[in-house]
């Protein structure tokens, strides 16, 4: 993307993203991995790859970013398909210090990857 420090590189082979994605998985159990700016010209596969590395978060629609997302709809199209449930979301009312701002709740039932798999 113009203007950050990586303009101009080579693309990132796919099987190294997700390479990646399994070595933040590994090295932080307990983090959230999130996969975030590109995923538009990510095919449903590869977000699948990455969602079984380890990943468990994404950034729902285009708020707080620079580059597109894909479209609400094909993201919950996605984790249907995946068998994935997105996590319960608290979104801070307009009048408040950060008004808008998401924050998802991690609790002890959560598997210790993190995401929110369907039963």
Do not use: W
């Not at 993307?1 to 399994?22: K, Q």
């Amino acid at each position: 993307m113009a203007g950050t420090p990586l303009h101009g590189s080579a693309e990132l082979d796919p099987f190294e993203f997700v390479r990646m994605i399994a070595v933040a998985r590994i090295a932080m159990p307990r983090s959230m991995v999130r996969l975030s700016a590109g995923r538009e010209a990510m095919s449903d596969e590869l977000q699948a790859l990455c969602f079984l590395a380890g990943a468990n978060s994404i950034f729902y629609g285009d708020k707080l970013l620079t580059t597109g997302n894909p479209e609400s709809e094909r993201d919950l199209a996605l984790f249907a398909r995946l068998g994935l449930q997105p996590m319960a979301v608290q979104v801070d009312a307009e009048g408040h210090d950060h008004g808008g701002t998401v924050h998802a709740d991690i609790s002890a039932d959560t598997p210790a990857c993190g995401c929110a798999h369907a039963a």
